[in-house]
């Protein structure tokens, strides 16, 4: 009898691993596929790059603000039951995705309805595995989680570009319904996560962190469109300019956002001391260790995000690639990561030759000489072959970043706080990915708009005052970003004059490398960020007791 409940247990497990384990992988995938199928999508929906950027940084923000209440809902209804439906509505956002008319009806199936269906299915994985695992295999089992991650968007990117270049960008999205069959069957083994008592519902929390947290995640993704600080265009609705006064619509977002959430912070410590729902422990920000953890995470997600998405901007124009080739050129970093992880996980008492703490310290530094590598390698007419050594040691680093990076930040928390660190961890991450695409993204634009500028005036032998200088790079700045490219063509052949055109391509060329050599030097001031929030976290995890 024993020996029948070890098997139906061990069986039970098994089934469970594989349903969290390509959960991830499929959300992994989805997002990967959408800078991958861009140029084709472009085409066919009439649109521009900017759009698809806005698309993808709408869906993290979405998953990021609809976590808190995410979990909120786990509690009161269990975990298992929240993760199914997730299942089923990000079953028919991708459905819609792929079936989208017009790229107002993808932005709102992808960005709303499956961002807010992915948010399940990114935190519930990883409380489920501390459910089901625990000392050696927990940890063995979070980096098979991070490595099915991982080969989601290598996937993604690679057989999404194939197919999308074979067969159009609509059988893309195959794949992870395909995958989604597979985690529905699965999905049935999952323990009942449900708690003895459920707790009621904190709706005012989830109103006021999803507010707050929306106010600040879209102020920021606006910043590309809107600027900064100083506006550069007015932000209205009808005929209402806000904000009535000369600033940029980003801060007075950011601001409202924050406002909020100290009323949400406020509202939660009210609930704890009457001891009633609330959607986490706050007191769980006070922890230096996981604050300086999930910040590091954070900077590595938002760097990495930010490069690749460059990339997939860049390269095609360098090296004149299709989708498909795209990924394959960029491929080297995506499979660097999970070889280092696989050797991790075959080889992990490395973490108590080396302390973990350490390992993630290095991946920092060798994540840093990969992109200075990359920036060395990057000129006009560069090749796939030159791009190799920079992503492989970028590849490196995050591999061994990821390794330790969030056993280290979790267990800093206590054993009643551990629970809630998925829904702020997996947030965060998202507002990092959201912020790689809308900073690095941003500065390509910006760069690339400037040299292009300057290369004209050059070429002509005109001169501009600042002022009509900056105007003219943040007209070409926002029209890089929101028009299609055959509008983008018919404004350059009315604009340029004809003794420029024929050398227009070059033009854009060395304008578009120079932009994304300076997006890597951003991106290597923030590693050097990242790393002195990596010196915070312990050198060994935590075994906390309470």
Not at 478 to 492: C, N
Not at 512 to 521: F, Q, V
Request: with cysteine.
């Amino acid at each position: 009898m024993a020996t029948l409940k070890e098997t139906i247990a061990s069986k039970i497990r098994h089934q469970s691993f594989w349903a969290i384990a390509l959960t991830l992988f499929m959300v992994a995938y989805n997002v990967s596929v959408m800078p991958a199928i861009m140029s084709p999508l472009v085409r066919e929906l009439n649109s521009s790059v900017g759009s698809i950027q806005g698309i993808l940084v709408v869906f993290s923000l979405v998953t990021a603000s609809f976590a808190p209440t995410t979990e909120n809902l786990c509690r009161f209804y269990g975990r298992t039951r929240i993760f199914g439906v997730g299942l089923i509505l990000y079953g028919i956002g991708i459905a819609l995705t792929s079936l989208s008319p017009t790229i107002g009806i993808l932005a709102i199936s992808f960005s709303l309805l499956t961002g807010l269906a992915a948010t399940p299915l990114i935190s519930s994985p990883w409380a489920i595995a501390e459910m089901i695992y625990g000392g050696e295999d927990e940890e063995q089992t979070n980096l098979v989680l991070i490595l099915a991650s991982i080969l989601g968007g290598l996937t993604g990117g690679i057989l999404g570009g194939f197919i999308a270049y074979n067969f159009g960008w609509r059988w893309a999205f195959l794949p992870s319904l395909s995958v989604l069959i597979l985690v529905l069957r699965f999905q049935r083994s999952l323990p009942s996560l449900t708690m003895p008592i459920p707790q009621p519902i904190d709706w005012i929390g989830g109103l006021l962190s999803f507010l707050g947290l929306s106010s600040i995640f879209v102020g920021i993704g606006l910043a590309a469109e809107f600027g900064w600080w100083v506006p550069k265009r007015e932000f209205t609705i009808g005929s209402l300019i806000i904000p009535p006064f000369a600033i940029s619509i980003v801060p007075t977002l950011v601001a409202v956002g924050m406002i909020l959430l100290g009323f949400f912070g406020f509202w939660q410590r009210w609930q704890a001391r009457r001891s009633r729902a609330s959607l986490f422990r706050v007191g769980l920000l006070r922890r230096r260790e996981f604050i300086f953890g999930m910040l590091a995470a954070m900077l590595h997600t938002l760097i990495v995000t930010g490069v690749q998405f460059n990339l997939f901007q860049f390269v095609p124009i360098a090296l004149l690639l299709n989708p498909f080739r795209t990924a394959i050129a960029i491929m080297p970093y995506n499979l660097t990561v999970p070889i280092v992880l696989v050797a991790v996980v075959k080889y992990l008492i490395l973490g108590n030759r080396i302390a973990p703490k350490y390992i993630v310290c290095s991946g920092i530094c060798w994540l840093a000489v990969g992109i200075a590598v990359l920036y060395s390698s990057l000129h006009p007419h560069v090749s796939a072959l030159e791009l190799m050594p920079g992503l492989i040691i970028m590849g490196m680093g995050s591999g061994l970043f990821l390794s330790y990076i969030s056993v280290l930040t979790f267990s800093s928390a206590s054993i009643e706080d551990k629970p809630q660190c998925p829904g702020i961890y997996n947030p965060i991450q998202n507002l990092g990915s959201s912020l790689g695409r809308g900073i690095l993204g941003t500065a390509l634009v910006f760069f690339t708009s400037q040299g292009i500028v300057d290369s004209v005036l050059e070429k002509l032998g005109k001169t501009l005052t600042i002022v009509q200088r900056v105007e003219v790079i943040a007209q070409l700045q926002e029209m890089l970003q929101t028009f299609s490219r055959e509008e983008m063509r018919a404004v350059f052949a009315n604009k340029v004059p004809p003794s420029i055109y024929p050398s227009l391509q070059s033009i854009n060329l060395n304008a578009a490398n120079t932009g994304i050599r300076n997006s890597l030097l951003i991106a290597l001031a923030l590693t050097a960020v990242c790393f002195v929030f990596a010196i915070g976290l312990p050198k060994y995890p935590y075994c906390r007791s309470s």
